[in-house]
């Protein structure tokens, strides 16, 4: 059974399987998760760490208080993770395909991104821990006065608010919110980007790559109802991000991953590294903009 890995050339030859081997398939493609993560795959990596979180909602078992930093210490490791593991690997390219013009305008490119999102990164980790132990002292001094959900009156909501049209993407409030469209396309840039400078696995057929994006754009919904208070707000997210990943998918899967256009514009595109990039991409950014 034949998968395509890192920055292997994209055969455009069809391969078939029987039917009864897609779930077979599938199953093989999510076992072979953690083996990806702990050989260094940021996509695979960045997928657990999601999981992971949604499960420890799940169980319900933390406190309001240590879930909302864990998911601002979760959106920093995704970051750091990318910028680490993309900068030796840039260099790397630029090695094998020369000094160019568009080369190095691709690594300032990145370069500015990767500072970017670690800036918006640790500032929303800060910003979080910060108002997070406002509000213990606030109970604390209020124990027996103040419900126990009630918040501090000192925090900065509008920190945590969100864009609500496309028009104030690039407002000087989207720049000072964590949770803004233009801070969750940061994300999902950069963690496009952390998929193609890593060694990934895509999906080993048409069939099984539709199936997992059927069952991730589910999920997806499923999350969305669950974690976002303003569903005109999420979809509004949602096809942003899915415009804008999109798009970048392809451009990433025909100039780093080399594949042909032809395929990445057809249904072959379910069985390639930017189908990978797209799910990632999509789930940081709607996981940077969901409640908490």
Known sequence: MGMVIGFSTFNSTPFRIPSNVSINSTKEYLTTLPSSAFSGDVASIIIILLVGFILLILINQLSGLFIAILKKTILFIIVALVAYDFLPKYMTFLKQEGYSFSAILVGIGSLVICVGALYVASRGLFRTAKKRIEDMKFKVEHYGKAKLGEES??????????????????????????????????????????????????????????????????????????????????????????????????????????????????????KTDSLVALITGISVSMFAGSKG
């Open 153 to 270: 009156k000192a925090v900065h909501p509008e920190y945590e608010s969100h864009t609500t049209s496309v028009k104030d993407a690039f407002s000087k409030h989207a720049i000072q919110s964590d949770k803004s469209l233009l801070t969750v396309l940061l994300y999902c840039i950069v963690a496009e980007f952390g998929v193609f400078s890593s060694r990934t696995i895509s999906a080993p057929s048409v069939k099984v790559g539709v199936t997992f994006f059927a069952i991730f754009v589910v999920a997806l919904l499923i999350f969305i109802k669950t974690y976002y208070a303003d569903y005109k707000v999420a979809l509004t997210y949602l096809s942003v991000t899915f415009g804008g990943g999109l798009l970048l998918a392809i451009i990433l899967g025909h100039f780093w991953g080399n594949y042909p256009l032809v395929d990445l514009l057809s249904i072959n595109f379910f």
